[in-house]
């Protein structure tokens, strides 16, 4: 090849090298993003733990040796399944005395009835017998009428007494029999108490806890929580309370890798409920947030992006999610100069939005053209700190 000829070769090379690069550069994104900025009351990011809606700890309620125990950690049971049940042999054995002690006091009350239905149709002051122990014909006839005569017997109010003991023995009967009902309820309440029943649908979290174990009153059994629907728990400043009302929506972001349907971005989260008094030494008031379903578990850490309505309102610009590259631990963008070259710029990233965007602090300006979605190509030296970088 001649000098001529090698000459209008590397001219030609100079040419098309920059429309090389611009198409290497339209190759490698997706598109190009103008860098906006938005308007917004900035946000504190508030940190917190998962908890099940619904916890329970099940704890002795008498002393006892365990004597069934459902399952482990993570099992699943519906409402009112048996949990944990302890030996009850004793209490068996004493509600069977209770039982055969009701029954007697129940045909002590049945007789009592008898006898005063007997006094009273049949009275026992009229065939008792009279005082000259004479025969009962005789007596009736002669003596009694002679002694109601002249004062010496009343009939009447031997009827009215005998009645009366008859109607207390029927009342120390009845009062037996509620008394021993009473002691069976007692021993029936203990008998229950023998058995820890799950209170609705939920899962074992924590056993302490195994078969043949011996409990005392006040020692726990096992937590068991309903972890299908799980809540946030933030102490939240004090000065951020006002801002923040029942059935509010707001972002969180969880401890766990992206899901279906959360986009990366967190997740909503709703207030469920707010105390109604501050910590007095820490100045926080407690806030609960309801999770979507099958978002977290319980345990995990989770950060609430709180709006704080009492700073003033910040304008920074905002860049999609998916211009940011990370080299090593520092965020950066491909920014396009003049001749749409890309030049890798560091970037201090802010709190992410809803709206797959994310707020840069500091190296960008409005107006600025990024690279969209920037490829694996893609490379560029960092730009030097000047107009772009703050």
Not at 44 to 52: A, D, E, K, L, N
Not at 105 to 121: C, K, S, T
Not at 168 to 196: F, G, Y
Not at 319 to 327: G, L
């Amino acid at each position: 090849m001649g000098k001529t000829s090698l000459v209008a070769v590397r001219l030609l090379a100079a040419c098309l090298l920059p429309l090389f690069a611009m198409d290497a550069a339209a190759q490698g994104a997706d598109g190009v993003h103008v860098v906006k900025q938005a308007e917004g009351l900035p946000t504190v990011s508030v940190g917190g733990t998962v908890i099940p809606y619904k916890e329970v700890t099940f704890a002795a309620q008498l002393p006892g040796r365990v004597q069934y125990i459902a399952g482990i950690e993570g099992d699943d049971f519906d409402e009112s399944d048996t949990l944990v049940a302890l030996d009850d042999s004793e209490l068996r054995a004493k509600r069977e005395a209770l039982v055969a002690q009701l029954a007697t006091a129940d045909a002590q009350l049945r007789n009592a009835g008898v006898q005063y239905g007997r006094e009273l149709y049949s009275p026992r002051s009229r065939s008792s017998p009279g005082g000259m122990g004479v025969p009962n014909l005789f007596d009736q006839f002669f003596t009694r009428p002679m002694e109601d005569f002249i004062g010496d017997r009343d009939q009447d109010a031997e009827l009215s007494a005998d009645l009366y003991a008859s109607g207390t023995q029927i009342q120390e009967a009845r009062n037996a029999m509620m008394a021993l009902q009473a002691e069976l309820r007692a021993l029936d309440s203990k008998l229950r108490d023998a058995r820890a029943v799950a209170p609705f649908d939920g899962v074992i979290v924590k056993k302490f806890i195994e078969v043949g174990d011996t409990v005392q009153p006040g020692q726990p059994l096992l937590n068991y929580a309903d972890v299908e629907y799980l809540q946030v728990e933030v102490d939240i400043p004090a000065r951020l309370r006002p801002g923040l009302r029942e059935g509010m929506m707001l972002r969180a972001e969880l401890d766990v890798p992206a899901r279906a349907g959360t986009g990366g971005d967190g997740v909503p989260v709703r207030v469920a409920q707010i105390f109604p008094m501050a910590d007095p030494q820490r100045h926080t008031v407690k806030v609960k947030f309801d999770l979507p379903q099958g978002v977290s578990e319980p345990g995990m850490y989770a950060k609430v992006l709180v709006p704080d309505f009492n700073a003033p309102a910040r304008v920074n610009p905002v860049v999609p999610r998916s211009a940011v590259r990370f080299n090593g631990s520092l965020p950066g963008v491909y920014v396009l100069d003049e001749q749409g070259n890309p030049e890798l710029r560091l970037i201090r990233l802010g709190e992410p939005r809803p709206d797959a965007m994310v707020t840069v602090l500091s190296g960008l300006r409005p107006g600025e053209r990024i690279l969209q979605n920037p490829g694996a190509g893609i490379t560029s030296n960092w730009s030097r700190s000047g107009d772009g970088g703050r």
